[in-house]
């Protein structure tokens, strides 16, 4: 018996502890063999940032009613460090919600707020003066690092 609740603690506890994987693709988990398994990747060149491969996924496999889906990876792992997806903006409120549900809100604004899982930053906004809603998960060590390449940019 003890043996079980064993097995079964040691299950659940990775089950807790995954990264979010948003159109089940998981974040710093998911290599992009797996992504072209479950969907076909349209190339979108190589990310500034990742210095890897960027991808959409073809239109006509996006899912829910996302308009846009971009996938970033990691240039020698082919590690999925980012997913992006544009929505109609009517959608941000029912994002905000299900996002809360999930995730620890670290900040709210108009239009905009930012949660985490503790590796996977979580950013919901509507761009001014846009028709869109996005929703980008990004693993925490690329958000430093693009955050740290943008302020040197600026300098």
Do not use: C, R
């Not at 609740?5 to 797996?34: D, V």
């Not at 108009?110 to 001014?128: E, G, R």
Request: glycine residues 2%; hydrophobic residues 40%; proline residues 3%.
């Amino acid at each position: 018996m003890k043996k079980i609740l064993i097995i079964i603690t040691l299950m659940f506890s990775s089950i807790l502890y995954a990264n979010p994987a948003p159109f089940g693709l998981e974040i710093h988990k998911t290599t992009l063999k797996e992504a072209q398994e479950k969907y076909t990747l349209i190339d979108n060149g190589i990310n500034y940032y990742s210095k890897g491969p960027m991808y959409t996924i073809k239109n006509s496999e996006l899912p829910l009613d996302a308009s846009k889906v971009t996938l970033i990876f990691s240039k020698d792992e082919n590690i999925l460090l980012s997913v992006s997806a544009t929505f109609n903006k009517s959608k941000f409120e029912s994002l905000y919600e299900n996002l809360s549900k999930k995730y620890k809100l670290l900040f709210v604004d108009n239009q905009y707020a930012t949660f985490t899982d503790d590796q996977t930053i979580i950013h919901l906004y509507v761009p001014h003066m846009s028709f869109d809603s996005t929703v980008e998960y990004i693993f925490n060590e690329f958000d430093n690092l693009k955050e740290a390449i943008h302020i040197e940019k600026i300098n």
